[in-house]
């Protein structure tokens, strides 16, 4: 087992942001973020002593139990097809589970589901893949992601399908402005965020949260923002590591949805990837049930409208330690999750209502804010 040692930090950090797997949620910056987990670092080198494979930790103790849980959200990075050095990870997280009093290792990588050769690898290794259609998973399974490699502004807008070319000219020609927001921004920003959590049934983070994630991820991170006759519409927090750029948490209150500000926003943040070379921007999680009639396929609509990829991951994968207790904290963190997000909404029930259109309808989601980049309802 090997650890990542202060003097091999700029390695790791220009390993991460040059290989074709690096996530910003392996980078050190997150594990800051997330302070209220350890974080151990795992690496593997190559014959020359450079780093070929890393897998970022975060353990965290669960509450009642004695154990910890070990995530490595869209890890491990590293040739997904190396098992020698998949092994060799996994090999060092055991060790660390013993330590720690890990009862499971959770990963979710960044790889499509239908990469049978890896499933069968890391199943024949012991990881157990757990299937989801909506966003029951700590990362979004389903995504959106667009390839702007090599693509120019101009060639980007084109490319989106018409109806969505005219609701970003639309937003335009009304006046909305887009915006770089700051940290003093940030209480703007969780007001509607909280607008968002209540009409979208989810609980959304704390100011402090986003605070942290700001102070942490320095220049990663952009704040964007979007005004129509000086009220803030919509806002949305992105990241940009690597040869991607993400839409992480967006945000849009009830008001003025005819102006059109979250097509705005999405064109804002794209010019972002395409200025930095960028070659892929992901719009995050949208639902993997297609039907017309369920409730998330608003969201799905409009991300499609952008003619992006639409992207099935392999999904979450667990590596057991303690059957025992993984059978009692899995079931009873499963039940936790909802009973909170209930609390939350019966507490705020009635508190927001959806503005209505023309014909007297609620106005459609063009947009709801993201699952959370990793949702600890333990925290």
């Not at 960044?110 to 990362?139: C, H, L, R, Y």
Request: with cysteine.
């Amino acid at each position: 087992m090997k650890l990542l040692t202060n003097d091999r930090y700029d390695e790791y950090v220009a390993f991460l942001e040059s290989h074709k797997k690096g996530h910003f949620l392996q980078s050190p910056e997150w594990a800051k973020v997330k302070d209220m987990w350890a974080n151990e670092v795992l690496i593997v080198d190559d014959e020359n002593g450079k780093i070929k494979g890393s897998m970022s930790l975060l353990i965290r103790k669960v509450p009642v139990f004695r154990n910890t849980i070990m995530y490595s959200p869209r890890g491990p990075v590293c040739d997904i097809y190396d098992r020698d050095t998949i092994q060799e990870l996994v090999d060092g997280a055991r060790e660390l589970a013993k330590k720690h009093k890990s009862y499971v290792l959770k990963i979710d990588p960044d790889i499509p589901a239908d990469d049978e050769k890896f499933t069968d690898m890391m199943a024949d290794m012991g990881f157990k893949f757990s299937k989801s259609k909506n966003f029951e998973g700590v990362q979004p399974r389903f995504v959106f992601r667009k390839n702007v490699a090599g693509m120019t502004e101009d060639e980007v807008f084109m490319s989106f399908h018409s109806k969505t070319r005219y609701n970003v000219r639309l937003a335009m020609k009304k006046g909305v402005e887009a915006r770089i927001g700051t940290r003093e921004d940030l209480p703007a920003f969780c007001d509607i965020m909280m607008t968002t959590g209540v009409r979208d049934k989810f609980i959304p983070r704390s100011l402090e949260y986003f605070e942290k994630m700001y102070d942490e991820m320095g220049d990663y991170l952009r704040l964007y923002l979007i005004y129509y006759q000086g009220q803030l519409l919509s806002g949305a927090v992105a990241i940009l590591y690597g040869d991607k750029v993400w839409y992480l948490y967006g945000a849009s209150s009830n008001e003025h949805r005819n102006v059109m500000p979250n097509y705005l926003m999405q064109w804002e943040m794209m010019k972002w990837t395409v200025e930095n070379g960028c070659d892929i921007y992901d719009f995050r999680g949208v639902s993997g049930d297609l039907n017309k009639g369920q409730q998330l396929y608003g969201l799905y609509r409009f991300k499609q409208g952008f003619n992006g990829d639409f992207i099935e991951f392999v999904g979450a994968a667990d590596y057991v330690f303690n059957k025992f207790m993984y059978f009692f904290i899995e079931k009873g963190e499963r039940m936790y999750r909802e009973l909170r997000r209930k609390l939350f909404l019966r507490k705020h029930k009635g508190e927001f209502a959806p503005e209505e259109n023309e014909q007297g309808e609620s106005a459609p989601k063009e947009s709801a804010s993201e699952k959370t980049a990793d949702d600890d309802t333990k925290e």
